[in-house]
């Protein structure tokens, strides 16, 4: 029993960070990918404490076919000095070129954009799971809430006929 809850170490699930639940709620998720970002020391430690805050972001590739990641809240590093990094700056993605070819070519689809899924630790490095989704309108979310309600229904039925 003592390894029952170990996660291995290329699970990124491992060392979440912080997660964007909205997106699942507001987007359906077309396609997922990993990137890594490029922080600065004081936004690495801050992340590992949990000081950060994906609700808000999306991700925008420019002209240049670079990938950035707007709206994304990593909050000061307490024990920082006066080289602490801003709030809320815009952070280069890392990513072939490649997939930001193609990412930028679906995204100029109409209803298509980027959303950032999960921050997390993957061999000691920060990396951000981001997603290809399309927007949910609202009769897509009762949908998913109908489903989900009959799933949780259906789960507990099948528990309480086992307990028998």
């Known amino acids: 029993m003592a390894g029952k809850n170990k996660k291995k170490k ?36 801050s992340c ?10 999306y991700v925008h590739v420019d002209d240049h076919m670079e990938c950035w990641l707007v709206g994304c809240t990593i909050q000061p590093y307490e024990h920082g000095n006066i080289y602490n990094h ?3 700056r815009e952070r280069k993605l890392l990513l072939h070129k490649k997939e930001i070819e193609r990412l930028h070519g679906k995204t100029r ?11 997390y630790l993957s061999r000691g490095k920060v990396k951000v799971r981001i ?15 109908k489903k989900r ?3 949780r229904d ?3 039925a099948m528990r309480n006929f086992n307990d028998r």
Do not use: C, F, M, W
């Not at 590992?48 to 972001?57: D, N």
């Not at 689809?109 to 921050?119: A, Q, R, S």
């Open 86 to 88: 801003p709030s809320t």
């Open 48 to 57: 590992k404490q949990g000081l950060i805050s994906v609700q808000e972001g």
């Open 154 to 156: 259906s789960q507990r």
């Open 131 to 145: 997603g290809l989704a399309k927007g949910k309108n609202v009769v897509d979310k009762r949908d998913t809430i």
């Open 10 to 45: 290329n699970d990124p699930g491992a060392g979440v960070l912080a997660t964007n639940r909205k997106a699942l709620r507001d987007y359906h998720i077309l396609e997922k990918l990993e990137a890594g970002i490029v922080l600065s020391g004081t936004e690495v430690k």
């Open 109 to 119: 689809e109409k209803g298509l954009t980027i959303v950032p899924l999960k921050v």
């Open 149 to 151: 309600e009959s799933d």
